[in-house]
């Protein structure tokens, strides 16, 4: 008597995925609901490049230095000033955390103090922290992850670099994988996550099928460059949720010992904090947004400031304790702002 063959077993059991789900009503998305505010922690120029619950990938070749990109964001988030013409804005009990998994520690450690030198910190406020993983293999890695991102207040999550949450970058089932479990990450906490992922020697792509779909996947992609002269530029590969910025090059300035932008624009855009400013110039951005309204509301005052000035809402809010302090504007008994003749200074 024949045996019965045996059933070829899956990886997947579609039929008990399909017992779980959730009745499909829970899925129906009404474009009348109103949503919470989009917490936007990431803008270059004013343009929006990531938001909690969403995924920023940096992607470049080797040593193009895509580390200080992140190193930049990171700087930017725990200092709230401008850092290599990148804002990002976090709560004040907001926590930023960079996972590690190349480098050994003692390049760890040169790298957070080239950082510390970046913004001009001696030491990094206790709102920080970095996790040296190298050690750790993928599976263990997103177990890390998982833990520090459901067990404390964390905004802004840097993993340097993702090929690391995966044995095989080409792997289609791995990768979903590991989609899934960025997903997952994302939906259940209100935190904005960046991918440092390298691109192929020969092509300017993310590298493997992960990067592929992490570019389909991400909120925005910037694309970091070496370029003839050495210096490194900043551009735009994918936008989602805003209109390109303008690309940008930095550069090792060997006069003060750090990095410097070299801004291709004019005076004006070159200014990336609000003291690079000069009162006249303040005072010609403020005639034009008033130009067709005596008075505004705050929150529409927010928006043309930060339209005008190609910064983020953050930087906006920042220009406006400015302006009550220099009488360069005033807020009415109704809350309406008008603008006022300024005072010198």
């Given at each position: 008597m024949l045996a019965k063959p045996k059933q070829k077993k899956t990886n997947t059991d579609t039929s008990k995925e399909i017992e779980t789900i959730q009745p499909v009503e829970n899925y129906l998305f009404n474009i009348n609901d109103i949503l919470p505010s989009e917490n936007v922690i990431v803008s270059i120029q004013g343009k929006k490049c990531l938001s909690t619950k969403n995924v920023l990938v940096i992607s470049g070749k080797p040593k193009s230095r895509k580390s200080v990109v992140a190193q930049?964001?990171?700087?930017?988030?725990?200092?709230g000033k401008s850092v290599l013409g990148i804002?990002?804005?976090?709560?004040?009990?907001?926590?930023?955390v960079l996972i590690d998994t190349e480098q050994s520690k003692h390049d760890l450690q040169n790298s957070l103090h080239r950082m510390c030198g970046l913004i001009n910190l001696d030491i990094?406020?206790?709102n920080f922290m970095c996790y040296s993983v190298r050690q750790l293999n993928p599976y263990k890695v997103k177990q890390a992850i998982?833990?520090?991102?459901?067990?404390?207040?964390?905004?802004?999550?840097?993993?340097?670099?993702?090929?690391?949450?995966?044995l095989n970058m080409n792997d289609i089932l791995e990768v979903k994988d590991v989609l899934d479990f960025l997903k997952k990450i994302l939906t259940e906490n209100d935190v904005a996550l960046i991918l440092i992922?390298?691109?192929?020697?020969t092509a300017n792509f993310t590298i493997g099928?992960?990067?592929?779909?992490?570019?389909?996947?991400?909120?925005?992609?910037?694309?970091?460059?070496?370029i003839e002269n050495g210096n490194s530029e900043i551009k735009p590969q994918y936008m989602r949720s805003d209109a390109d910025f303008k690309p940008y090059e930095f550069y090792f300035n060997h006069n003060i010992n750090n990095y410097s932008i070299n801004?291709?624009?004019?005076?004006e855009v070159k200014a990336t904090d609000i003291s690079d400013y000069r009162i006249d110039q303040h005072q010609a951005k403020l005639s034009k947004i008033f130009m067709n309204n005596s008075e505004l509301i705050y929150k529409d005052f927010l928006k043309l400031l930060a339209r005008e000035y190609q910064k983020s809402e953050y930087f906006a809010k920042q220009l406006v304790k400015l302006f009550y302090?220099?009488?360069?504007?005033?807020?009415s008994d109704s809350g309406y702002i008008t603008l006022i003749e300024a005072v010198p200074f």
């Amino acid at each position: 008597m024949l045996a019965k063959p045996k059933q070829k077993k899956t990886n997947t059991d579609t039929s008990k995925e399909i017992e779980t789900i959730q009745p499909v009503e829970n899925y129906l998305f009404n474009i009348n609901d109103i949503l919470p505010s989009e917490n936007v922690i990431v803008s270059i120029q004013g343009k929006k490049c990531l938001s909690t619950k969403n995924v920023l990938v940096i992607s470049g070749k080797p040593k193009s230095r895509k580390s200080v990109v992140a190193q930049s964001i990171i700087g930017a988030a725990i200092c709230g000033k401008s850092v290599l013409g990148i804002e990002a804005n976090i709560g004040l009990n907001d926590k930023v955390v960079l996972i590690d998994t190349e480098q050994s520690k003692h390049d760890l450690q040169n790298s957070l103090h080239r950082m510390c030198g970046l913004i001009n910190l001696d030491i990094l406020p206790n709102n920080f922290m970095c996790y040296s993983v190298r050690q750790l293999n993928p599976y263990k890695v997103k177990q890390a992850i998982n833990e520090i991102v459901c067990n404390q207040n964390v905004r802004l999550l840097v993993i340097d670099g993702a090929l690391d949450l995966i044995l095989n970058m080409n792997d289609i089932l791995e990768v979903k994988d590991v989609l899934d479990f960025l997903k997952k990450i994302l939906t259940e906490n209100d935190v904005a996550l960046i991918l440092i992922v390298h691109q192929s020697k020969t092509a300017n792509f993310t590298i493997g099928h992960l990067g592929s779909f992490l570019d389909r996947f991400a909120q925005t992609v910037l694309e970091v460059i070496k370029i003839e002269n050495g210096n490194s530029e900043i551009k735009p590969q994918y936008m989602r949720s805003d209109a390109d910025f303008k690309p940008y090059e930095f550069y090792f300035n060997h006069n003060i010992n750090n990095y410097s932008i070299n801004w291709v624009e004019n005076l004006e855009v070159k200014a990336t904090d609000i003291s690079d400013y000069r009162i006249d110039q303040h005072q010609a951005k403020l005639s034009k947004i008033f130009m067709n309204n005596s008075e505004l509301i705050y929150k529409d005052f927010l928006k043309l400031l930060a339209r005008e000035y190609q910064k983020s809402e953050y930087f906006a809010k920042q220009l406006v304790k400015l302006f009550y302090d220099k009488d360069l504007i005033l807020k009415s008994d109704s809350g309406y702002i008008t603008l006022i003749e300024a005072v010198p200074f």
